[in-house]
Structure formats: C-alpha cells, structure tokens
C-alpha cells in the first residue's frame, strides 16, 4: 500500500515526464519579479530581507528565526518552504515531515490532560487508504489485488473503470497548507472532493477531527459542508443578481444567522479581503480577481475549520493570481487556518505549501515539505517534476549546512535556520566568510562556498549535522 504520509516511492517510473509547461512556467515564475500589488507582498519582502543575517560581530538572534506562530506561511516565494511546520525543520530527510507536527506548543506540558494533548496533536483530515474508481461495479477495483494493480489503460480495457484515487493516505494537521499538486487528470479534485464526499469515495477511510466523514448521514454532510470544511472553487459561483456584500453573507444565511448580524459579520470579511468600498456593487461589475476575492470572502464568512480551494487562482492573470497567492498567504498568517489547496501549478504549490502531496495517475508519489521535494525527489518523475526549479531559492541552510569548528562557531554572519541558500550566498559573498546558521543563540553549523555551490549544482548529499 502506498503510504503517502512519508516522503515515498510507489512506482512512478522515468517515463512520460510532466510537461515542459509546467516545470518552464515554475521555473520562470520562481525566478520572476517579487514584486506584488498587495500590502502583503511588501510586508513579506520585508520579512524575507530580515531572515537573512545579523553582521558578523554583533550577531543578533537571526529575525528569521522560526517563531511558535502557528505553520507560517511563506514571505516570499519559495524560500518559506522549510517555514513548514516549525522548529524542528530537520528538512532533508523523509520522516522529517512527521517529526514536526504543529501541536499548540502549550500543550507540552505535565499538567495538560491526556485528551487534550490528543485533541491538539490529532490531524484535521485523516485519510487512509482512499479509493476513488470510476465505472461499472467500481467496488471490486480495490477489493482485488489483481485489478488494484493494473494500469490506468489496462483498468479501463478490461473494466471500464477509472482509478481516480488509488490508495491514498495522507493526515492534514491542524494550521497548515496543504498542497494537493499533479498535472491535469492526475486525480487531485477527486481527491479533495472525496474528503467532504461531495464525490463519494469507493474505499478507505477520511476522518475530520477524528470523526468518521464516511458515516455521516446527510444533515451531518451538509453541516460539514457549511460549517467546517468551506471550498473556494476556479469558478466562483457568485449570485449574480445579489450585492457583493448579499454573497458574502450568503453562507451567513443559509445557517440561519439574522440580517443584521450577518451584513455586519459580511462586512468585516469584505474588508478582510481588500474589498471596502465594493460591497455594493454585483458581480458583473468586478474583475476576475475581486470576484475572487468576494468567493473566498463568501467562504471565510461562515469562519470554517479548514477551507479548500480548488485551483482557485488558475483563470487569473499572473499578476492578479500572484497578489490572490500573497493574499492567502496573509490570511494564513494571520489566522493560521488549516488550508487544503489544490493546483497543477508547481511554483503556485511551492509558494503556499507547508506540505506537497504530489500526484500522479491517482496516486501520490511523494509528500513533503517544499524543500524535501525540490531537495530528494522520490522518483525520476518527480526529480523532472522540479528539474527547472532554482534549488536555492527552496532550499535552507539547515540542510546545507556542515558542523562547525570552534572557530567558526565564534565568527561570520548569522543566519536563520530556515534562512534559503540564496540568501546565504549573499552573506557569504558580501563577507567573505563562511556563514553560522544560529538558532537561538546557538551555533548549529555552518554553510560554506562549497556547501553553497554544492546545492546549486545540486552535487549536495548533506551529512547530518
Ligand atoms: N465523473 C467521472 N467519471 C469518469 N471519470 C472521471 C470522472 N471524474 C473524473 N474522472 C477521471 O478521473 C481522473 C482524475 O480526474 P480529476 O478531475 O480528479 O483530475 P485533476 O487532477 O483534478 O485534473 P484537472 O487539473 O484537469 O482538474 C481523470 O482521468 C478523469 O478523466
């Protein structure tokens, strides 16, 4: 079975690369202006220039330093990868990812209940073993070894079926971004209907805060829908006749919320969104990416547990699409909502994702962090994948770095851990000095010309430190 909660191989072979699109369109992208329309982006920009050094004598606690603020989102482009799920970063390697679950760090403590422990370390979705085949007697797919193993040609020849989602397992924890990725038909909105069953899935197991999504009767489906798992789709789906702020109070009422209340609420998240000033316009009179925003509103509104985006962004302009991106990345900062979010778009996955579930022919090839992805790709499919993707913007000087000799734990610019190589390389080469990667006033090791180089040539197998 294709356990996909650690980084892992399942079959992917060297054939039939991803298209040179998507991997081109990453590349340009990663490598593309910063710049963003949005307050966020600038704010961000700032954040990122401040992750990466104090001089060399002084040597402050490093600003980028990762703080307890719940599963940060990223700054700026990729380099917030490794900002994944905290502290223990410890990126690289393959379990790394489940080493670092976000559990609310006053939980640690003696006093704190069993239960509530649980409670907070226990993932928002579950799901084990999901299945999702399409066709006649779809159910024996799974059930037989036989048919399980075939092909995605040879399925369809001999069953008519379509194995959507093929054993799949993965846990979104509480406060992150969860990043469904794959090329088109790889099986990613199936996927992520089946977690509130608005495709019913034909095996396995989905689990919302412990609770079982499969037994859900339909009252308790709707409630799921409405109340704690709200999707955001390409497509905005306004009510084209209703004002911006009648949409986004929408949800509001349908739950029963009264008028007031809910326009105050509607009002609250408009402005939220950057929308002030627009609430009573329709949505004809918007563009593409304000109708955007006014979906996303409509969704946050009825403040859901976990919100889902469906390729979202993807009938956006670049520069539009990219100040939506800074806009997420704002609201998660800001909120720390756990977020599953799905594109085709590897620089769109590498800039939001805490985490990456990289699909393929209904199955997830890997699972990791941006860094651990970009870093040690699982197969040859995804290695093309992420070919074209600058490896210093994604990777950290945590997995660059070598241990450090007494010496060298006393000089040289200081850096986060979660600091990128590129950054490194600018510390490097403006001092002339290998560069410490500090946390906490302490010296963890160093990063080096040679280390540097080593990860953009992608050369690099760096040794545990
Ligand atoms: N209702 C359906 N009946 C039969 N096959 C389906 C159905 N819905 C999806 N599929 C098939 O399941 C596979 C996965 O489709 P899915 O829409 O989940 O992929 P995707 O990765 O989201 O693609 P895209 O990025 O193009 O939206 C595809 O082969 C698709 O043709």
């Not at 104090?54 to 600003?63: I, L, M």
């Amino acid at each position: 079975m294709n356990d996909g909660r650690t980084t892992s191989t399942t079959g992917g072979s060297a054939a039939g690369s991803p298209t040179g699109a998507a991997t081109g369109a990453a590349a340009s992208a990663v490598t593309g202006p910063a710049g963003s329309l949005s307050p966020a982006g600038a704010a961000g920009s700032a954040g990122s220039a401040g992750a990466a050094l104090g001089s060399a004598a002084a040597a402050p606690a490093p600003a980028g330093v990762p703080s307890n603020a719940p599963a940060p989102a990223h700054p700026t482009g990729p380099r917030g990868a490794t900002g994944s799920s905290g502290p223990a970063g410890a990126a690289g390697s393959p379990g790394s990812a489940e080493a670092v679950v976000p559990v609310a760090s006053g939980t640690g403590g003696g006093s704190t209940p069993a239960s509530a422990r649980d409670a907070a370390a226990r993932p928002v979705f579950a799901v084990e073993g999901l299945w999702k085949v399409f066709g006649p007697k779809a159910d024996r797919v799974p059930a037989d070894p036989g048919l399980a193993a075939l092909d995605a040609a040879e399925l369809r020849s001999r069953t008519g079926c379509t194995a959507a989602v093929r054993d799949v397992s993965f846990d979104v924890r509480k406060g992150e971004v969860f990043v469904v990725m794959g090329l088109s038909g790889s099986g990613k909105s199936t996927l992520v209907r089946c977690l509130t069953r608005l495709i019913e899935p034909t095996a396995g197991t989905i689990a919302i805060d412990g609770e079982d999504v499969r037994a859900m009767d339909r009252a308790r489906l709707r409630e799921l829908r409405r109340h704690r798992a709200a999707m955001v789709f390409q497509h905005f789906g306004l009510l084209p006749h209703r004002t911006v702020l009648d949409n986004v109070a929408y949800g509001l009422e349908v739950q029963g919320m009264g008028r007031r209340e809910r326009r105050e609420k509607a009002r609250e998240v408009v402005a939220k969104v950057g929308l002030d000033g627009l609430e009573q316009r329709r949505p004809g009179q918007l563009s593409g990416g304000q109708q955007q925003r006014v979906g996303l509103a409509r969704a946050l509104a009825v403040d859901p547990e976990v919100l889902l985006f469906d390729e979202p962004f993807s009938a956006l302009d670049p520069l539009i699409r990219r100040d939506m991106q800074e806009e997420v990345i704002r609201l998660h900062r800001e909120e720390g909502r756990t977020m599953v979010f799905i594109t085709h778009d590897l620089n769109e996955a590498l800039r939001l994702g805490d985490r990456i579930a990289l699909m393929r022919d209904g199955r997830v090839v890997q699972l990791g962090t941006p860094e651990e992805i970009v870093g040690s790709p699982a197969d040859d499919y995804v290695r093309e994948f992420v070919r074209d993707v600058p490896r210093e913007q994604v990777m950290t000087v945590r997995t660059a770095m070598r241990p450090a000799s007494a010496r060298e734990a006393g000089e040289g610019p200081a850096l986060a851990p979660r600091a990128t190589v590129s950054e490194a390389i600018e510390a490097v080469a403006r001092t002339g000095q290998a560069a410490r990667v500090m946390d906490g006033g302490r010296c963890l090791g160093v990063v080096d010309h040679e280390r540097l180089l080593g990860v953009v040539a992608g050369t690099d197998r760096g040794e545990a430190v």
